[in-house]
């Protein structure tokens, strides 16, 4: 396992932008997919962005494509979101993900992955 800790998360008023950074606190021999997901208040966590462990493909959820966009630095060990025209409903707690067993090229479903981060609050103002 790794640790993931997440940073970046904040309070914008509504078409700001944030960009959440996760930082895995080991470097490992192999790569591995890693996902955003949030938990939005009163409801059940969900998929929000995947990366492929080799960075060739991702895929984001219908809700935030076209605004979020999910990237890698390899030499930091960081997975980024790139949070662009918030709106109120992207309020929630955004968790970091990684599939370090490899088992997925492109995991979807929170079980598909097995190292979480604590989560980092975003608060969008209307």
């Known amino acids: 396992q790794v640790q993931l800790v997440e940073s970046g998360g904040g309070l914008v008023p509504v078409g700001d932008s944030l960009r959440l950074s996760c930082t895995a606190s080991r470097r490992t021999g192999n790569r591995y997919s890693m996902g955003w997901f949030r938990q939005r208040p009163g409801k059940e966590r969900e998929f929000v962005a995947t990366i492929s462990w080799n960075d060739r493909e991702t895929v984001h959820a219908d809700s935030v494509k076209g605004r979020f966009a999910i990237s890698r630095d390899s030499a930091k060990n960081t997975v980024y979101l790139q949070m662009n025209s918030l709106k109120f409903d992207d309020t929630g707690v955004y968790y970091c993900?990684?599939?370090?067993?490899?088992?997925?090229?492109?995991?979807?479903?929170?079980?598909?992955?097995?190292?979480w981060g604590q989560g980092t609050q975003v608060t969008v103002s209307s």
């Open positions: 993900a990684a599939d370090v067993s490899g088992t997925y090229y492109l995991p979807l479903k929170a079980t598909d992955f097995d190292s």
